[in-house]
């Protein structure tokens, strides 16, 4: 919306200001890969990581500096800093109470839990992953999962900083409304070590695993599936998972450029 903003600006010559904020995962953390040509969409404008590590003040200058914004247009910007914060601070250690954002993403470690399912969850009609329950974002549940055996697969895989309960929860809207869900809670115990985007995608992995019979993407219209390509930022992901369904398979594209992203984005940092 900011860079939409920035577009429209520059297009009638009025200045942006952007008061700037925390970003809520910290300054530090970038996961996923660069967004391929063919995949732009409003959930991924612009060629940058899923997860990108700058504030919006950040990213708006790196946006009008790089070029980034559409035909190359660049906006009057003015950045408006913050006093006090620093890059490897997470939302709680910034002393500010949280404001939802949206009726899904209800308290400060919502962000975190958005980033480990928001992808899987555009596949609607295949997985339910918290939304239409008191938990968006936070689980993985069907009407076939079994979520003991289920929560057994995901923690055998010892991923860094989070533990998976089973659960078993009726929505109250979305997939699966009023129908018995059986799947697991993601429980992040080290917000600093956890590795947010690979969990869904070992979920995937999991489902295979556990159930050689199905696909979860068979499960999904052709719109979702075209969705879960734009979050993801290409249909490469998709096809490999299609196929083989292994994380090993997809971590080489997953992380595509973010070792060169963050080395460019360093220049547009305004906090330490």
């Known amino acids: 919306t900011m860079g939409k903003v920035m577009e429209a600006a520059a297009e009638f010559g009025k200045e942006v200001i952007v008061l700037d904020r925390p970003n809520p995962l ?12 063919g995949y732009i969409s409003f959930i991924s404008q612009f060629k940058i990581p899923y997860v990108y ?5 950040e ?3 790196m946006l009008n500096n790089e070029g980034m914004l559409k035909d190359g247009v660049k906006c009057k910007l003015q950045v408006i800093a913050m006093d006090g914060w620093k890059r490897d601070m997470s939302f709680e250690d910034t002393g500010l109470p949280w404001v939802p954002t949206s009726p899904h993403i209800p308290h400060k470690d919502s962000p975190y839990y958005y980033v480990c399912s928001g992808i899987v969850g555009e596949l609607r009609d295949a997985v339910s992953i918290g939304v239409g329950y008191t938990i968006p974002f936070q689980s993985f549940g069907t009407e076939w999962i079994n979520g003991i055996d289920l929560a057994k697969k995901m923690n055998s895989y010892n991923l860094p900083g989070v533990i ?3 659960l078993y929860y009726i929505p109250y809207y979305a997939h699966g409304k009023g129908e018995n ?3 697991v809670q993601n429980h992040i115990v080290d917000f600093k070590t956890v590795e947010l985007m690979k969990i869904q995608l070992y979920f995937l992995q999991a489902i295979k695993e556990l159930y050689p019979d199905k696909d979860i993407f068979d499960y999904a219209t052709k719109g979702q599936l075209r969705a879960f ?5 290409t249909n490469r992901i998709r096809e490999i998972l299609m196929e083989t369904q292994t994380y090993a398979a997809i971590e080489g594209i997953l992380n595509e450029g973010v070792k060169e992203f963050k080395e460019a984005s360093k220049e547009y940092y305004l906090y330490k």
């Open 26 to 37: 910290g300054g530090e953390r970038v996961e996923g890969l660069i967004v391929e040509d």
């Open 164 to 166: 998976f309960r089973p």
């Open 181 to 183: 869900l059986s799947g």
């Open 59 to 61: 990213l708006a200058i």
């Open 229 to 233: 390509d734009k979050a993801i930022g």
């Open 53 to 57: 590590g700058l504030t919006c003040g």
